[in-house]
């Protein structure tokens, strides 16, 4: 899987990144066979009969044979159970505390010898046997999860003295769904959004410089899966970091005898806690409580809502003023320009290669007097050299992850032999996060994690640390069995953490090639090095919406494809996509063609900015999509059955997508489409294009020349734009008769910290005119800003 970046750091350095490469290679193999402990004679079990119950708020715990089920119903309607002991803490998803159970939630028996819990949202009900049910108030099924099965070995401790990352007992949890029900989320997974039948492995893995539709695992995985069903909407998260499998199997309607056959889901992990929450609700009601669960969304600086620049292998101040010399003479905005490795001195983190760029403080004053701001990687590898200020600040705290022998761990990543910061160690987070100090004083205004999965370069094996490497886990102690797949999300806070302590008057701008659940709550993410390529372009998309739903908000692709050169029309298709995305970066190889829009040609040139043109004109709703992602953890862009996902055929629909509430994107991800089918939610439907209206649910077939997407807007829809002057005003898009609609607005207060109000306002019908109004707590008033009706 590391293949393609191991040759290509070897083109770059040398035979001897590759010959360092093969050493820590066997040096991983040796320290697991000798650090782990050796798999001996293991006993199945299964939970039993239930024996007994005890009450407790919320819910219970309730006794089998050989194992225990506390079940928990929390006041906003969530469900927590788990096995064997495990509590809902220690974990890193969480935002706090579990939530306060719901007082008028308790356990009671149930028919069968079984038992039930009855709240306002949910009933959950415990088999005898112990499968766990949650039935809608009405009584209709979401989820079964059947009796899970344990493998551990014959001298693990006794059943129902599990502790969280014990390790020890693998176990499996098959679950049932609806047969209509479809599966999305399981964290970045470039096959989606829809998840197809087939096996997903939880391992945050470097795909090795380009991947595909076809690749899997990437680079930000969680247990984390969203389910839709006519029954209604669930999130289910299994807190366990270790390596696990998820198979997806789709139900079938009529099935056999006539008969369903459910949809089923197997969680299989190596280890760690089963234990699991759910989420119940429309899919806006699920993804606010999950934000309520893991915390909010990071809000990003508002510039970091414009449009971006990247690239590995600028190599020099030079050529970064003459790229942003080249969008300023052609009139097209730019908001950052991002700095890759090759800015560092012999790629080592935290320094800056002066001959290259000899004063990028004065570098970057000098773009932000153009309104750029520059954005630095920083990758966790620390070049192992005595000398070097990084490395020896980081021993002298003992910082970096050691083996089973208590050796420091080494391997190899682009400065050549690199040790690893332990970030689960909270003491290492605040030294790495002072570290920052370093590129604010070089003028950075952000910052993107890389390599964090963390990465070591093998030819064989897994390309990672040893999984018997030891880490602190916040005090509790283990290995990187467990600590793999948080050790990103565990970067990513450190990063976070410490930018607010150094600049506590700005929001922090970080986002992280790896994560886990819970990593909203300190930024966002990309796509990662996404192959050039038509297959490439629909992954992008995939990403984005698929990490929507689990609770990351703020994403976006490598405009273009990371590796090789798009044809013109494939970066211009790229490009209009990522003109509607959160994060709208350029960004390629160092051995990749360009990626400036005027390399493309006159044409490409000027439809790429008719698409710059439309997404600053809507950086107001951007800014208001930010917020309200902050405040409700709803995504910016959600699939098309976000409002009606009882619409059974826009849950098939994975090439448009809704931004906001307010308009339906509809990309072209293929070669040579002039014109393209578009799946309508229920309601009219402005095309943006021609004003002309069309009725949902349904299908449409419009046109999309290479000049434009197809974007329609909702009938009624308000949503706030730039005008001609720079300031703020509304854009209306006709109710139909007796209809009425509206939006929300939140106004941009900065890159601080600084309260924003929601503003309401509604629009209707009066006399064949379309009035906009405030709706304010006493009622309603005039809009108080500038208006514009489309649509009539």
């Not at 083109?11 to 798999?39: E, I, N, Y």
């Not at 198979?247 to 056959?261: C, I, K, V």
Request: glycine content about 14%.
């Amino acid at each position: 899987m590391i293949g393609g970046e191991l040759l290509r750091s070897m083109k770059v350095f040398g035979s001897a990144q590759g010959v360092r490469a093969v050493r820590s290679a066997w040096r991983r193999r040796r320290a697991d066979a000798s650090g782990l402990p050796p798999r001996g004679p293991e006993r199945a079990r299964v939970p039993g009969l239930a024996v007994g119950a005890e009450a407790a708020p919320g819910g219970g715990t309730v006794r089998f044979a050989r194992s225990s089920l506390r079940v928990c119903v929390s006041s906003g309607g969530t469900v927590f159970w788990a096995w064997d002991g495990a509590g809902p803490l220690p974990s890193y998803a969480l935002a706090g505390e579990a939530p306060d159970p719901d007082p008028r939630a308790c356990l009671e028996p149930d028919t069968e010898g079984g038992w039930r819990i009855v709240s306002e949202r949910v009933t959950v009900t415990v088999s005898r046997h112990g499968a766990v049910e949650l039935r809608t108030p009405g009584g209709v099924m979401l989820r079964r999860d059947l009796p899970p099965r344990w493998w551990e070995p014959v001298a693990e401790r006794p059943a129902g003295s599990g502790a969280v990352g014990s390790g020890g007992a693998r176990w499996v949890q098959r679950s049932e769904v609806p047969a209509d029900a479809r599966f999305f989320g399981l964290g970045g997974r470039s096959a989606g959004p829809r998840l197809r039948d087939g096996w997903y492995r939880l391992w945050n893995t470097d795909p090795g410089g380009r991947f595909g539709p076809g690749d899997d695992p990437l680079s930000l995985t969680m247990p984390v899966q969203f389910v839709v069903s006519d029954a209604g909407t669930h999130l289910a998260f299994h807190d366990n970091s270790w390596d696990g499998l998820v198979t997806l199997a789709e139900g079938e309607e009529g099935a056999g005898s006539g008969h369903d056959r459910p949809g089923t889901s197997e969680v299989r992990m190596t280890g760690g806690p089963l234990r699991c929450w759910v989420v119940v609700g429309t899919p806006a009601r699920v993804l606010h409580g999950w934000a309520a669960l893991t915390g909010a969304p990071a809000l990003p600086p508002s510039w970091a809502l414009g449009p971006q620049h990247a690239r590995w292998g600028f190599g020099s101040a030079r050529e970064v003023r003459r790229v942003v010399a080249g969008y300023r003479e052609r009139g097209l905005p730019l908001s950052a320009l991002h700095l890759d490795i090759d800015h560092y001195d012999g790629h080592r983190v935290f320094t800056v290669d002066r001959e290259r760029f000899p004063d990028l403080p004065g570098l970057a004053e000098e773009l932000r007097e153009q309104g750029v701001r520059l954005v630095s990687i920083v990758d966790p590898a620390v070049k192992a050299e005595p000398g070097d200020p990084v490395h020896d600040g980081g021993a002298a705290v003992d910082a970096f992850v050691r083996d089973a022998r208590g050796e420091v761990v080494r391997g190899v990543v682009w400065p050549g032999e690199c040790v690893f910061p332990d970030f689960t160690d909270p003491a290492v987070r605040e030294w790495w996060g002072g570290l920052y100090e370093e590129r604010l004083r070089q003028g950075f205004a952000g910052v993107w994690h890389d390599m964090n999965e963390p990465v070591s370069f093998a030819p064989f094996g897994d390309p990672t640390l040893p999984l018997s490497a030891r880490h602190a886990l916040e005090g509790r102690g283990g290995d990187h069995r467990e600590a793999h797949n948080v050790y990103g999300l565990a970067m990513t806070r450190a990063g976070y953490e410490g930018l607010r302590r150094l600049r506590p008057d700005e929001r922090p701008f970080v986002f992280s090639r790896s994560g886990w659940a819970g990593m909203q709550r300190y930024g966002g993410t990309w796509s990662g090095d996404v192959a050039t390529g038509w297959p490439g372009l629909g992954a992008s998309l995939a990403l984005v919406l698929g990490l929507g739903l689990c609770g990351v908000p703020y994403s976006g692709p490598d405009i273009g494809g990371f590796d090789g050169s798009p044809s013109p029309e494939l970066f211009l298709r790229w490009y209009q996509l990522g003109a509607w995305l959160p994060l709208f970066r350029t960004h390629a190889a160092i051995d990749a063609g360009r990626r400036e829009p005027w390399e493309f040609g006159p044409e490409v040139l000027e439809h790429a900015r008719v698409a710059l043109a439309e997404r600053e004109r809507l950086r107001p709703y951007f800014t208001t999509l930010a917020r309200l992602a902050r405040m409700t953890g709803a995504p910016y862009v959600r699939p098309v059955w976000w409002g009606t996902p009882e619409d059974r055929g826009l849950r098939d629909c994975e090439d448009a997508f809704l931004l906001g509430d307010a308009l339906l994107v509809a990309p072209v991800l293929t070669r040579g489409a002039d014109r393209r089918a578009v799946p309508l939610p229920r309601g009219r439907w402005y095309d943006t294009a021609t004003g002309r209206a069309y009725e949902g649910p349904g299908q449409v077939l419009l046109d999309a020349p290479l000049s434009r997407v197809p974007v329609l807007a909702r009938a009624g829809a308000v949503l706030p734009v730039r005008g001609e002057g720079g300031g703020t005003l509304l854009e209306v898009w006709a109710p139909a008769e007796g209809r009425t609609g509206g939006g929300l607005v939140v106004r941009d207060t900065g890159d601080g910290w600084e309260p924003a109000a929601i503003e309401r306002y509604q629009s209707r019908l009066v006399d064949g005119r379309v009035v906009v109004e405030r709706v304010t707590d006493d009622g309603v008033e005039e809009a108080g800003l500038p208006v514009v009706v489309r649509g009539r």
